[in-house]
């Protein structure tokens, strides 16, 4: 597996939030990611994204890059 942040690169997250419905708050994307069983380091990395709001998966990745 590719790692990033949290030992899991962007694509790995991507997976869990297949389904969630954009525009998205943060809350949304943890709930789609429970709903799509996503491990505890996936959660917790959601989590700690800065944003609130969410207009689209490319908008969890500027998130996700602004980690590191």
Do not use: C, W
């Not at 419905?21 to 380091?41: D, F, G, H, S």
């Amino acid at each position: 597996m590719t790692r990033g942040v949290g030992g899991h690169s962007p694509a790995n997250i991507q997976q869990f939030l297949g389904g969630v419905q954009y525009p998205a708050n943060k809350e949304a994307l943890i709930e789609q990611a429970r709903q799509n069983q996503a491990p505890r380091e996936v959660l917790e990395t959601i989590e700690h994204l800065r944003r609130e709001e969410y207009g689209g998966p490319q908008d969890v990745m500027k998130a996700y890059g602004e980690l590191q």
